[in-house]
């Protein structure tokens, strides 16, 4: 399991899915505040997976050039990222545009019926 992770699994769910995994929340929010697209995203994924890597070498003595491990480590972060960069962006389609779109759950909206919006 170590081998496919690039670092112990302890590390693995405090470093990457606890530490980083929140900063990815929190980055996936701010750019679905911002409007940006899913290509900055994943450029930012890539970025904090490089971070998690340097901070599991420097805090934690694990393995720094891992590719599994940064394979791994990043794949996570950025399903995080992109959950949580879904999931503001349809809030905030729902709360811009109230007249037009309804919530459809928490990843997507659909246009409002014409009873709904006055039509």
């Known amino acids: 399991m170590e081998t496919i992770l690039g670092s112990s699994v302890p590390v693995f769910v ?3 899915v606890l530490v ?3 900063c990815g929340v929190l980055t996936g929010q701010t750019l679905a505040e911002g409007w940006k697209p ?3 995203v994943l450029a930012y994924s890539l970025l904090l997976g490089a971070g998690d890597r340097f901070l599991a070498w420097g805090l934690f003595g694990e393995q720094l050039l891992a590719p599994w491990g940064f394979i791994v480590h990043t794949l996570v972060i950025g399903l995080i990222t992109l959950t949580a960069h879904r999931i503001a962006i349809a809030r905030r389609m729902v ?3 109230p007249w037009l779109y309804e919530p459809a759950g928490p990843f997507a909206w659909r246009e409002r019926t014409g009873a709904e919006s006055g039509n």
Do not use: E, P, W
Request: charged residues 0%; without cysteine; neutral net charge.
């Open 95 to 97: 709360n811009q545009y």
């Open 20 to 22: 980083f995994g929140g």
């Open 14 to 16: 405090f470093l990457t």
């Open 38 to 40: 899913v290509s900055s």
